[in-house]
């Protein structure tokens, strides 16, 4: 089972940026589709951006589109979120999730993630106003 350890989060002002980082370990990385996901005080946890092994194929959150980017090296094992231009209502503990998926190429649903995947402890992100 592969284990994923997230870094990268802190206390950042609206209007930054910042780039979180999940290390995976105990896996073939590259058969791993993975994803990021958030969760805040009192609220459900929420997808956010979730790529496939080859790192071709790239799905957002539509509402994070253009602000936030997922990418991943296969030769580090790492799988990255870039996050541009944060604003408060970003705030939230982000989660790395790992989840094998049908092939290279494919990404697996939310659903999938969330009922067969393998998570991180997550790691804060704060934006102040």
């Known amino acids: 089972q592969v284990q994923l350890v997230e870094s990268g989060g802190g206390l950042v002002q609206a209007g930054d940026s910042l780039t979180l980082s999940c290390a995976a370990s105990g896996g073939t990385f590259s058969s791993y589709a993975m994803g990021w996901f958030r969760q805040a005080p009192g609220r459900e946890r929420e997808f956010v951006a979730r790529?496939?092994?080859?790192?071709?194929?790239?799905v957002y959150a539509d509402s994070l589109k253009g602000r936030f980017t997922i990418s991943r090296d296969n030769a580090k094992a790492t799988v990255l979120l870039q996050m541009n231009s944060l604003k408060p209502e970003d705030t939230a503990n982000y989660y790395c999730a790992a989840r094998v998926a049908a092939s290279f190429w494919a990404v697996p649903s939310t659903r999938d993630f969330v009922d067969a995947g393998a998570w991180g402890q997550g790691t804060q992100v704060t934006v102040s106003s």
């Open positions: 790529i496939s092994g080859s790192g071709h194929t790239i």
